[in-house]
């Protein structure tokens, strides 16, 4: 399938390594926060989520951080894996807010590279 | 498998042409979303249905882009009279909820090239 981002900050690690992929945020108003990871020709797929009432979130081999203060979340995986090769987005919403809806809005995205 | 599904997964139209992408949920989720993903660069959010009404519609660029869901589970996606900048990877995601948290589920998507 063809790239997911061509020009995509790109993050390399070694096999093992843990890695922290870091995301600012737009809105203050933002309550919800997911993580997703998209691989080539796919589409985006859920990793973890993290409600705007909690700084942190674990997972299995994945952690989130949310620091409202100053609007940047991060994930950390620990141990990476040449399966975890791909590009992740993180993605905010504000759901207590019903006429916003359920649509997210996606940050950049930052492509990992797990090295052998 | 019950994923979300959608076709053709690639899709060449000249520009002026009309095209139509088909999303098909997972069956019984109440919520459809369009998103637009331009290389290189996240999601961007185009429109929502729940079930067959369309609530929001505020992401769709401009009036060649229409979407439905007339029975409230294939959603299509059309645009008219397709321009170069309409090039980009169209994705559907559904969920089961509402409103509140709720995951979104994402199909593969399609990707269009105007030439």
């Known amino acids: 399938g063809e790239s997911v981002g061509l020009h995509l900050p790109t993050l390399s690690v070694q096999e093992g390594d843990n890695s922290i992929i870091n995301c600012a945020y737009s809105?203050?108003?933002?309550?919800?926060f997911i993580w997703y990871k998209q691989e080539s020709g796919k589409g985006p797929q859920f990793i973890i989520d993290?409600?705007?009432?909690?700084d942190k979130r674990q997972g299995q081999r994945v952690t989130v951080l949310l620091n409202k203060t100053v609007k940047h979340l991060s994930l950390q995986i620990a141990a990476t894996q040449p399966g975890d090769s791909a590009v992740y987005f993180c993605?905010?919403?504000?759901?207590?807010?019903?006429?916003?809806?359920?649509?997210?809005?996606f940050g950049g995205g930052t492509r990992v590279l797990v090295k052998p | 498998g019950a994923g979300v599904s959608q076709s053709p997964r690639y899709k060449v139209a000249k520009r002026g042409q009309d095209v139509a992408l088909r999303c098909d949920p997972i069956?019984?989720?109440?919520?459809l979303f369009w998103y637009q993903q331009a290389l290189g660069q996240g999601p961007e959010f185009l429109t929502y249905?729940?079930?067959?009404?369309?609530?929001?519609k505020s992401g769709l660029p401009s009036d060649r882009f229409f979407a439905e869901r007339p029975e409230g589970s294939v959603s299509t996606l059309k645009i008219q009279r397709t321009q170069q900048e309409d090039s980009a990877v169209y994705l559907c995601?559904?969920?089961?909820?509402?409103?509140?948290?709720?995951?979104?589920?994402f199909g593969p998507g399609t990707r269009l090239t105007v030439t």
């Open positions: 995601a559904s969920s089961a909820r509402r409103v509140g948290v709720a995951e979104q589920y």
């Open positions: 809105n203050s108003a933002s309550d919800y």
């Open positions: 993290i409600r705007s009432n909690m």
């Open positions: 993605a905010e919403n504000t759901v207590l807010i019903k006429a916003a809806g359920n649509k997210l809005t």
């Open positions: 069956s019984g989720h109440v919520s």
């Open positions: 249905f729940q079930n067959e009404a369309q609530l929001d």
